[in-house]
């Protein structure tokens, strides 16, 4: 019956039965920032967890406390899975 509107301008999106009427419903953007985590360079296993611009073109590092040896380190990006 749609049949002859599915064509590749709307693949990937997906039909919807909304009371005997169909709506395409489309996909969400993504979203422009990523979280990201940041690991003491330390070795201690101490996190932060940060946000970040998606388009960034580089890896996020930062000086922070690390509670663990007690001082500021180094803290490097790590993406959180």
């Not at 301008?9 to 993504?30: F, P």
């Not at 070795?43 to 932060?48: H, I, K, L, R, V």
Request: hydrophobic residues 40%; contains cysteine; proline residues 2%.
């Amino acid at each position: 019956m749609f049949d002859k509107y599915w064509d590749n301008k709307t693949a990937g999106t997906k039909w919807v039965d909304i009371k005997d009427r169909y709506c395409v419903v489309a996909k969400k953007a993504k979203s422009r920032t990523i979280v990201v985590r940041l690991i003491s360079a330390a070795g201690t296993g101490f996190t932060y967890v940060k946000q970040r611009p998606r388009t960034a073109a580089y890896r996020l590092t930062m000086m922070k406390f690390d509670p663990i040896v007690n001082r500021h380190v180094l803290f490097v990006e790590n993406k959180i899975k």
